[in-house]
C-alpha cells in the first residue's frame, strides 16, 4: 500500500521537538543502537574521539568507550574484512567508509564475501552488519569525494541498499539497518547532513521500539502528491524533485515525487501506481545515467506499466564522465531546471 510521507513534523503537547540535522538523526540512532544491543559497535577511520568527518559518530567513544567506536588504520580492506569476522562471531558492526569511493579497496570483500557468506553456507552464518558510505556531491569536493556508487552495491545480489533522503528517515532506516540480519548498505547524501527538520526524537524512538518489523525497508514513499507526471528519485536528488515540483506548480503542473528510500530490495508497487495514474514519469540520480539505479528503474517501469504511459519514461542524471571539479558541479548534478525540461519533453500534446 502507498505510503504517503510526512515532511513537515507537527508539535504535540508535552512534546520536545526540536530542529534536527541529518547527520545528528543518525548519531542519535547509532546511539540508540548501542544502548539497546551490547553486540553493535562502531569503528572507521577517524569516527572515535574526532567523532567522524562529518561528525556523525560525535560523542559515541567518550559514552560507550573505545571498545565499542574506535579508529582504524587507513585500509578499507581491513575494515571489512575485520567486519565479517566480527558479524560471522555473533557482532553487529557498523562500520564508516570515510568518503564514497574510499570504498573501492574494500569492495572485493563486499562483493566476494559480504553479499554471499550467507548464500554459500545455505543461512547457517548471517551477517549482520551495515556499511555506512557518505556519498554523491554538492559539497564542491574533489573526485574520490563525490561518487554516486550505488550501481556497483545494488547489482550485487545479497545486499539491502538504503538511501534516505529525509532526517526522520535517517533515523529510522538506520535503527532498521542494524536490526536486519542481513548485510546493509547505507548511503549517506553528504549534502544533506546539515538539513534540519522539527522532530520529537524520543517520539522517533518511540516509532521504532513499537512497530512490528522493518518499515522502511523495501518501501518507497510518496513525498509530493501530483497528479499530470511522476517524478522519482532517491536520496540526494529527492529535495531538488521536491524543488521542482514546487515550481512545476507555479506553472500549473501537479508533479508527483516518489521518495523511493529502499533501492535494494525495490517498491515497484509504490512507484508503479504513481506512474499509472500520471502516466508519465521522470526518474532522477546524480549518478552517470549509463547503466545505472536510474536505467533499472525505467527498465522496470516501461514494462510494468507500459499501457498507462503517455510518453516514454525519462532520466535526469549525472553525466557519463568522472566527477567533475567543484566550480563545474553545478552543471554536472541534476537540477531544477534540468528536471523540468525533462518534464516539458513528456509529449504534452497528446494530452486532452
Not at 572515535?48 to 568507550?65: C, H, I, K, S, W
Not at 563486499?110 to 555506512?132: D, E, Q, Y
Not at 531538488?240 to 512545476?248: D, K, N
Amino acid at each position: 500500500m502507498t505510503q504517503i510521507a510526512e515532511r513537515t513534523a507537527g508539535s504535540a503537547p508535552g512534546s520536545t521537538a526540536a530542529p534536527v540535522t541529518f547527520a545528528k538523526a543518525l548519531n542519535a540512532a547509532l546511539a540508540d543502537a548501542m544502548e539497546a544491543d551490547a553486540s553493535v559497535l562502531m569503528f572507521g577511520e577517524d569516527v572515535g574521539p574526532l567523532g567522524g568527518v562529518f561528525r556523525v559518530t560525535d560523542g559515541l567513544t567518550a559514552r560507550f568507550g573505545e571498545e565499542r567506536c574506535f579508529d582504524t588504520p587507513l585500509a578499507e580492506a581491513g575494515i571489512m574484512g575485520m567486519a565479517i569476522g566480527m558479524a560471522m562471531n555473533g557482532m553487529r558492526p557498523v562500520v564508516e567508509m570515510q568518503f564514497d569511493a574510499f570504498a573501492y579497496p574494500a569492495f572485493e570483500q563486499v562483493v566476494s564475501h559480504v553479499a554471499k557468506i550467507p548464500n554459500r553456507t545455505k543461512g547457517k552464518v548471517l551477517l549482520p552488519m551495515v556499511i555506512r558510505i557518505p556519498y554523491a556531491g554538492g559539497i564542491g569536493g574533489v573526485e574520490h569525494h563525490c561518487d554516486s556508487s550505488e550501481a556497483y552495491y545494488a547489482h550485487t545480489p545479497g545486499l539491502t541498499v538504503l538511501a534516505p533522503a529525509t532526517v526522520r528517515d535517517a533515523y529510522l532506516m538506520l535503527r532498521e539497518a542494524i536490526a536486519l540480519s542481513d548485510p546493509v548498505v547505507f548511503l549517506e547524501p553528504k549534502k544533506l547532513y546539515w538539513s534540519k527538520e522539527t522532530l520529537d526524537l524520543d517520539e522517533l524512538r518511540r516509532t521504532f521500539d513499537e512497530q512490528a518489523g522493518p518499515r522502511s525497508i523495501g518501501s518507497a514513499v510518496v513525498a509530493r502528491a501530483g497528479t499530470d507526471a511522476t517524478l522519482i528519485a532517491y536520496g540526494p536528488s529527492v529535495p531538488t524533485a521536491l524543488a521542482a515540483a514546487a515550481a512545476a506548480a507555479e506553472e500549473g503542473r501537479s508533479l508527483e515525487v516518489i521518495d523511493v528510500r529502499s533501492i535494494v530490495p525495490f517498491d515497484d508497487e509504490t512507484v508503479c501506481e504513481s506512474v499509472r495514474r500520471t502516466g508519465r514519469a521522470v526518474v532522477i540520480a546524480e549518478a552517470p545515467g549509463f547503466a545505472s539505479v536510474a536505467s533499472e528503474i525505467v527498465a522496470r517501469v516501461q514494462e510494468r506499466c507500459f499501457h498507462s504511459l503517455a510518453a516514454p519514461v525519462l532520466r535526469v542524471t549525472g553525466f557519463d564522465i568522472p566527477y567533475p571539479s567543484p566550480k563545474l558541479e553545478s552543471y554536472y548534478l541534476p537540477s531544477v531546471d534540468r528536471i523540468l525540461d525533462a518534464v516539458d519533453a513528456l509529449q504534452w500534446e497528446d494530452r486532452p
